[in-house]
């Protein structure tokens, strides 16, 4: 069973606009909420992640949002460049376990 | 340079042969894990140790075998067993709970 679900599954977005990708889950214990980033034939790696006790975390051109009523967190990347161009990933863990249960992926495209 | 590495890039491999992947970090990290990843299904965590001599299953752990014989290295075998083994396969190691976990750059296994 699925414990994050991703959408949209892909995304086209002009250079210098908003990529917004989403995830919802289930679980209430979950508190810790990574994003990773994964270019092709390459291993993911972190890109950013927040704790249930904010609502938003900044870095950069990359921020996530977290809506802990609705149980669903976003990330946006603000002006987009064609080098944000890769996979994307949520994860969820909890904070007795130390394992992440990925999303199945967002394809992002960046076009000139 | 710290990291994990993986070899071989490229692995080819007849039905019925077992195969092993080898993951090595020098990161001094705790724990180590090993993922799975097809086309649209994200990554699945198929076995992760969080101590030398000691490792669980991951959700996708049937016909893999793994060994955490030394802190750095953490080698997962592909036995006849397993039905579909044609992936790519990727390591990632961490220092603890919810930490950042670190990847490797990934082994392709195709199935002949």
């Known amino acids: 069973q699925q414990q994050v679900k991703q959408s949209p599954q892909s995304l086209i977005v002009q250079k210098g606009g908003i990529s917004i990708i989403n995830c919802a889950y289930e679980?209430?214990?979950?508190?810790?909420f990574p994003w990773y980033q994964q270019f092709p034939g390459k291993g993911p790696a972190l890109l950013i992640a927040i704790r249930p006790d904010v609502s938003e975390k900044k870095e950069g051109r990359f921020t996530i949002s977290f809506n802990k009523s609705a149980k669903q967190f976003s990330l946006h990347i603000m002006d987009s460049q064609p080098g944000d161009s890769a996979t994307y990933f949520c994860a969820v863990s909890d904070h007795g376990n130390n394992r992440l249960a990925f999303g199945k992926g967002n394809q992002v495209v960046v076009i000139p | 340079d710290g990291g994990i590495t993986q070899s071989p890039k490229y692995l080819f491999r007849k039905e019925g042969q077992n195969v092993t992947l080898s993951c090595e970090q020098n990161l001094n990290h705790d724990a180590m894990y090993w993922y799975r990843q097809d086309p649209g299904q994200g990554l699945r965590l198929i076995y992760y140790?969080?101590?030398?001599?000691?490792?669980q299953k991951g959700d996708i752990a049937e016909g893999y075998s793994v060994s955490r014989e030394k802190k750095e290295s953490f080698p997962l075998t592909v036995t006849s067993a397993q039905k579909n083994p044609t992936a790519f396969y990727l390591c990632a190691s961490n220092q603890g709970r919810q930490d950042e976990q670190f990847f490797g750059p990934g082994t392709r296994l195709t199935v002949l």
């Open positions: 140790s969080q101590i030398v001599n000691d490792f």
């Open positions: 679980n209430t214990a979950f508190d810790y």
